[in-house]
């Protein structure tokens, strides 16, 4: 579940920052609406499954509601998805442990 999420985040973080680049060209230069149309609804369906995968993570790792909504909302602020998913990893991975037969286990103390 930690694997699904961390490529989600980046994936919805490189859309969010191609998608930024397209309204720039769009609204700034006038070009690539197609293109833009096409980035923004990409996005959008890719963001849906980061929304799935972190909230998923955040009921396993109970978060507190405050911090599962920053998370959330990251992916729509341009690079900040990058930020939150480095700390959400040293967080979140100490708590997992892998076992032998590939199956995720809590962390012993």
Not at 58 to 71: E, M, N, T, Y
Not at 80 to 97: I, S, T
Request: glycine share 8%; aromatic share 14%; proline share 4%.
């Amino acid at each position: 579940m930690l694997t699904r999420y961390r490529v989600m985040a980046y994936v919805t973080a490189v859309m969010l920052l191609v998608l930024c680049t397209c309204m720039i060209f769009k609204y700034g230069f006038g070009t690539g609406e197609e293109i833009t149309f096409m980035v923004s609804q990409a996005h959008g369906l890719l963001y849906i499954l980061y929304l799935v995968f972190a909230f998923d993570l955040g009921q396993k790792a109970r978060w507190p509601f405050g911090k599962l909504l920053w998370i959330l909302l990251s992916g729509t602020i341009p690079t900040a998805a990058f930020f939150v998913e480095r700390k959400v990893v040293r967080e979140v991975a100490p708590l997992v442990e892998e076992d032998r037969d590939g199956r995720t286990s809590p962390a012993k103390a």
